[in-house]
């Protein structure tokens, strides 16, 4: 069973909120990734790293940030929300890039 | 041509029947394939990984790999009304360092 964690699960916030929302694999994967997923649409890849201090956009453009400091930890930053962000966000991770990746529970983000 | 196509759907079969997904990939340097399902409003969840030629079976799902073809299936034997979800097809191709996922079939068993 993978243990990676999101929190919140779920988050409605005013726009022009910064949000941040975290998650955390205790695997010691080094590849870690965020996507976005509308209601019964696409995965969509918006950042992924490599390691420690390695940050890529993905192929969706999108306004949030990303760092990854610590191994175990890849939070993703929207520093102004706005209603075109509400989405659900899902976190993954592997420890090869030939492995399956496996993902967290998501966060639902619903700005208002 | 999207990198990964899946057969659109939705698709539906009765209690007990066979699910047949299918999955079609343009890169012939892929490597690794898998298959997740996903139910609405949850993350996917990983139910086979396949590397090589063949068939490789996991209590009633099949994973079936033709590299020469490039598509991999997924069959879902004695379907009950609990595998109604969609299903995502995801390809590590040659090149790539991430995988393409396809656009998912929604699959419901009817009781």
């Known amino acids: 069973e993978a243990d990676i964690y999101q929190t919140p699960r779920y988050l409605v916030i005013g726009t022009g909120k910064k949000i941040t929302l975290e998650c955390s694999q205790t695997?010691?994967?080094?590849?870690m990734y965020w996507y976005q997923q509308d209601p019964g649409m696409e995965l969509h890849l918006i950042h992924y790293?490599?390691?420690?201090?390695?940050?890529e956009k993905g192929d969706l453009s999108s306004e949030s940030t990303v760092s990854r400091i610590r191994t175990e930890h890849f939070p993703l930053t929207l520093e102004s929300a706005r209603p075109s962000h509400t989405s659900q966000y899902l976190c993954?991770?592997?420890?090869?890039?030939?492995?399956?990746?496996?993902f967290g529970d998501g966060t639902r983000l619903s700005i208002l | 041509q999207k990198e990964v196509e899946q057969n659109s759907g939705p698709l539906s079969v009765p209690e007990g029947a066979i699910a047949s997904l299918n999955c079609t990939y343009s890169?012939?340097?892929?490597?690794?394939f898998f298959w997740y399902r996903q139910y609405s409003g949850k993350s996917p969840e990983l139910i086979m990984s396949?590397?090589?030629?063949g068939d490789k079976e996991d209590g009633r799902f099949t994973a079936q790999l033709n590299k020469a073809s490039q598509y991999v299936s997924l069959l879902i034997r004695d379907s009950q009304p609990s595998d109604s979800a969609t299903y995502l097809c995801?390809?590590?191709?040659?090149?790539?360092?991430?995988?393409?996922f396809g656009s998912g079939t929604q699959l419901t068993v009817l009781p």
């Open positions: 790293s490599y390691g420690v201090n390695s940050t």
């Open positions: 695997m010691g994967h080094d590849k």
């Open positions: 993954a991770s592997t420890g090869q890039e030939n492995q399956p990746q496996h």
């Open positions: 995801a390809v590590k191709a040659g090149s790539a360092r991430q995988l393409t």
């Open positions: 396949i590397y090589s030629n």
């Open positions: 890169d012939r340097g892929s490597q690794s």
